[in-house]
């Protein structure tokens, strides 16, 4: 079974530019998150999706915003790209379940290889 | 403010030897602790996932610990290989809800002939 897939791999981008990454989870994962992650740093949360629905939000511009797909796909879109946007994007997905209390919760997540984008 | 702190921030093996990763946080409410090996630009890989109840759990030679009372983990890996060489991430989940995950700065590890 195929895991978390990400495209493209690598991306080079000027100052200004806008560029959309996109992101196909493991097959039966409703949930995907968003995450940027600079050179030498943990990730950073971008954005939770969850049955085609903004779930969550990182203190993130709004010039990154993001969707999924009826299929689950998901795509991150980032306008007006600032050298500080460089940085590997990881994509993760990840099951939901019903807990006890009757409240969502989020399983395990599961991380695609990143997209790394380079502006320049 | 849920932070996830991590020590050391880099590490040098001879390979064979054993090592250990500390993390520290004061997520709260705690829901559970994953530890995930990230090579240089790949995506992080999970080894291991700890609840509030777990004390110890093993993944072939990677073995974590929690102790949810001083809210420390540690990771332990035995006959390092030069193939552990990457970053080792801390990342607490908080309870309840959808994304509530706090990830520390990882551990640079390198094993060395």
């Known amino acids: 079974d195929a895991g978390v897939t990400q495209s493209p791999t690598h991306l080079i981008k000027t100052r200004g530019q806008q560029v959309t990454l996109r992101c196909s989870p493991i097959?039966?994962?409703?949930?995907v998150s968003w995450y940027q992650q600079v050179l030498g740093q943990g990730p950073q949360f971008i954005f939770q999706?969850?049955?085609?629905?903004?779930?969550g939000r990182g203190n993130f511009p709004d010039r990154f915003s993001a969707r999924q797909f009826p299929n689950y796909s998901s795509e991150l879109n980032v306008n007006a790209l600032l050298l500080g946007d460089s940085a590997l994007y990881l994509c993760a997905s990840s099951l939901v379940f019903t807990g006890t209390s009757g409240r969502a919760q989020m399983n395990e997540q599961f991380f695609g290889p990143g997209t790394r984008l380079t502006v320049l | 403010k849920n932070q996830v702190e991590q020590s050391p921030q880099s590490l040098i093996i001879l390979e064979g030897k054993n090592c250990t990763l500390q993390c520290n946080y004061t997520v709260s409410p705690f829901s559970n602790l994953r530890w995930y090996k990230q090579d240089t630009g790949r995506g992080p890989v999970s080894l291991t996932i700890?609840?509030?109840?777990?004390n110890t759990k093993s993944n072939g030679r990677y073995t974590a610990t929690l102790d949810a009372d001083t809210k420390q983990s540690s990771l332990h890996i035995t006959a390092s290989q030069l193939s552990d060489s990457a970053s080792y991430i801390c990342?607490?989940?908080?309870?309840?809800?959808?994304?509530?995950?706090?990830f520390g700065t990882g551990t640079k590890l390198q094993v060395i002939p």
């Open positions: 097959s039966g994962h409703k949930s």
């Open positions: 999706y969850y049955e085609k629905e903004e779930r």
């Open positions: 990342v607490v989940s908080h309870s309840g809800g959808y994304q509530k995950v706090t």
């Open positions: 700890m609840t509030f109840s777990e």
